[in-house]
């Protein structure tokens, strides 16, 4: 054989296989998922810090889309459009129930236009201050806020969102008043706490985790009934004489509504195989995450109750949008 032979041979060898590598390639599946809320924010954080996992346990290619605002209610919306074939998901929070009663009408029922999936765990939630506030702890900062009514802003992701509503739970719970500043979403929301431009805000601990060990920003306390071992150092709100004030979010999985109950138990399997492994442990742990991946069944009776809890709650802090 020729070497011009064996050269051409060569070159038809690598040509078939980029042509089946293209193939494969055109033909894997991807799966969407949608976050309905903005980059940086908690749930973004422990679904980008998973994705590779659920490459593997889902059998797809992952993308992940945020897609914030008013709520979360854009990105729900994409997520009970879309085909109930499993390939497009959503991971939601605490707004997902709270919405209901926080805005007039929605343009789909959170709970009869989706399929509840798989709630995957909770996240701490601190309350956090810029240190130029001067305050140490909790009962400092409700002496401030109540030397001087309304002259200092709390920051949230937006108006009836879980951040507005953890941190109207602290101010009634110390009986004091501040004004309200919501943004589009947490990433705007921390770089004005970060400059000062307001003065507080409640927030998911991975998403400021950075900034306290920076010491960019103060944790006045974290709204758990118990500390948090990612981050030990910080009280209880209960430790600090305020023992009814308990905030934590929640993330969990759903799809658009007529999924079929295997497809969904599919999912919920490969969430639990994907956060069980060690690198995904690992994270959540850092990250101050506990993780219990439950199944369709736990998580569509859980969204009834929290919606149920959160309509009282929200009577109660007089937040109503058009």
Not at 89 to 109: A, E, R, W
Not at 206 to 212: G, I, K, M, S, T
Request: hydrophobic share 45%; glycine share 8%.
């Amino acid at each position: 054989m020729t070497n011009f032979k064996r050269i051409a041979q060569f070159i038809g060898a690598i040509a078939i296989a980029a042509v089946s590598a293209q193939s494969a390639f055109a033909q894997q599946k991807i799966t969407k998922l949608i976050l309905p809320v903005g980059a940086g924010s908690g749930v973004d954080v422990i679904v980008r810090s998973a994705s590779k996992a659920l490459e593997t346990s889902l059998g797809t290619a992952v993308v992940v889309e945020n897609q914030p605002g008013a709520g979360g209610i854009v990105g729900t919306q994409a997520i009970t459009k879309a085909s109930p074939d499993g390939l497009t998901l959503g991971v939601v929070s605490n707004n997902h129930v709270i919405n209901p009663s926080v805005y007039k009408s929605l343009p789909f029922d959170p709970i009869k236009d989706i399929t509840p999936i798989a709630v995957i765990g909770q996240s701490s939630m601190i309350l956090v201050v810029n240190p130029k506030l001067g305050v140490s702890d909790a009962k400092s900062l409700a002496a401030a806020l109540r030397a001087k009514p309304d002259a200092y802003n709390f920051a949230s992701s937006g108006n009836g969102t879980i951040l507005h509503l953890a941190a109207e739970m602290f101010l009634s719970e110390a009986n004091v008043k501040a004004k309200h500043v919501p943004y589009k979403g947490v990433g705007p929301m921390v770089t004005d706490l970060l400059g000062g431009q307001v003065e507080f805000g409640v927030l998911a601990l991975q998403a400021v985790q950075p900034h306290l060990k920076s010491g960019a920003l103060k944790a006045i306390g974290v709204a758990s009934k118990e500390r948090n071992p990612a981050a030990a150092d910080i009280p209880t709100f209960a430790e600090q004489g305020f023992p009814n004030y308990i905030a934590d979010g929640w993330f969990a999985v759903i799809g658009p509504k007529g999924m079929s109950a295997a497809e969904a138990k599919r999912v919920q399997l490969a969430f639990a195989a994907a956060f069980n492994t060690p690198e995904v442990k690992d994270a959540m742990a850092k990250q101050g995450n506990t993780i219990a991946v439950q199944t369709p069944e736990f998580t569509a009776s859980f969204f009834v109750s929290e919606m149920e809890k959160y309509a009282k709650l929200v009577k109660q802090a007089g937040v109503k949008l058009d």
